[in-house]
């Protein structure tokens, strides 16, 4: 699976659209982007996931550019609730061998 | 709708006591099994899949075993543990892929914290 290079951490301001940068330079194909995010001391919750169009759904959206190389995750209207640390992963559709990186840490402040 | 439950949520063992933690899913059948660790301040790690009874794959070699006795119950367990095998042991399930869902849509259960002494 292609390695995923995000920042280790950004802060929002509450009501404020948070854009979540993800880079995968070397992507294939036949993977998918997936974002996972995980609240403390939980585990981690699936958000979205996209293969090359955009995709949107009543957490998130999600914007993969047209040579694949990178995406946004967009929480439209951020929460305190949506502090968390979220989860940019490069898989194929089998087999759900799921690579975790170190993920960006998003603290959301009122 | 499916659950997953994990037990117990918290554990404290002395070095090289066993160790037996048990995941189960309710409300689908036939799911993929998974289990991750992550250790403090770490991503996580797949440990062990199983895509049916019987069936466990291992990704890390280490001195864990995974179980799979029935379709809905995954079992994770140590017959000696090591002080490195402290942290937070997370079960997870998906479907079958098809339609609008995928293998890589997983499901996690609250997760273990363990906490060997």
């Known amino acids: 699976d292609a390695k995923t290079t995000q920042p280790p951490s950004m802060d929002c301001a509450e009501g404020r659209a948070a854009n979540l940068p993800c880079n995968h330079s070397?992507?294939?194909?036949?993977?998918?982007v997936y974002w996972y995010r995980q609240i403390h001391s939980q585990g981690p919750q699936y958000i979205i996931h996209?293969?090359?169009n955009n995709e949107t759904n009543e957490m998130a959206s999600l914007i993969i550019t047209e040579d694949r190389k990178s995406s946004t995750l967009i929480l439209p209207h951020a929460t305190l609730r949506d502090t968390a640390v979220y989860y940019c992963?490069?898989?194929?559709?089998?087999?759900?061998?799921?690579?975790f990186g170190a993920g960006t840490q998003v603290v959301v402040t009122p | 709708s499916q659950t997953i439950h994990q037990w117990p949520a918290t554990l404290v063992q002395p070095v090289g006591s066993p160790l037996s933690l048990e995941c189960t899913v309710e409300?689908?059948?036939?799911?993929?099994l998974y289990w991750y660790r992550q250790a403090a301040g770490r991503g996580l790690q797949l440990l062990f899949y199983?895509?049916?009874?019987?069936?466990i794959s291992s990704e890390v070699p280490q001195n864990l075993s995974a179980s799979r006795p029935q379709d809905r119950q995954f079992i994770l367990s140590s017959k000696k543990l090591l002080l490195s095998d402290s942290g937070f042991y997370l079960c997870?399930?998906?479907?079958?892929?098809?339609?609008?869902?995928?293998?890589?849509?997983?499901?996690f259960g609250p997760g273990t914290r363990l906490t060997v002494l």
């Open positions: 409300g689908t059948s036939n799911p993929n």
């Open positions: 992963i490069a898989a194929t559709d089998s087999w759900g061998k799921l690579q």
């Open positions: 996209g293969l090359k």
């Open positions: 997870a399930w998906s479907a079958v892929a098809g339609g609008t869902s995928s293998y890589n849509e997983q499901f």
């Open positions: 199983s895509v049916g009874i019987g069936q």
């Open positions: 070397t992507i294939s194909g036949n993977e998918y």
